[in-house]
């Protein structure tokens, strides 16, 4: 088993310590640290609470406001939960490529079940529309952060 297979806790160490071999690289740095912090859970809950709210706004302000605010408050969690979900299905057995892939895949399917199944409970309109833009960002997200995992485990493969 390697570094970033054994534990949630030791696949943080890996990424940190990763995330200090990217120093010569501080945009590099800086964007894998704001991938599994507060911050970025934050502008998510903002930007996407504010696009739940426009893509509803048709339907009134209670309608909108509503489901902006679960659209936010699931970015928000989504994107802490959705870090620590892709780092323990990247820890299951299998060769670097299908790990990564597992990774990706699962995070994606269970992350979107959730969202759309409470979007389904509070009788959002406009569901799609709602999560549309977030789609394609979270895949990028998504990949950024399990390539990231798989950089980390070449180069901790290549040195051991």
Known sequence: ????????????????????????????????????????ATLGLLFYGGWGVWANSAYGWSVALRSGAAQGAMSFVVTLSGVTLMKWLFGIAGPLWWRGAVSILG???????????????????EILLTLAPGLPITIVFCCVFVGSMLRIESAARRQA
Do not use: C
């Open 1 to 40: 088993m390697t570094a970033l297979a054994t534990s949630p806790n030791s696949t943080a160490a890996a990424a940190d310590s990763a995330v200090a071999d990217l120093a010569p690289r501080p945009l590099a740095s800086l964007i894998f640290k704001l991938m599994d912090g507060l911050s970025g």
């Open 107 to 125: 995070s994606l399917l269970l992350i979107y079940g959730g969202i759309v199944g409470v979007h389904l409970w509070l009788g959002t309109p």
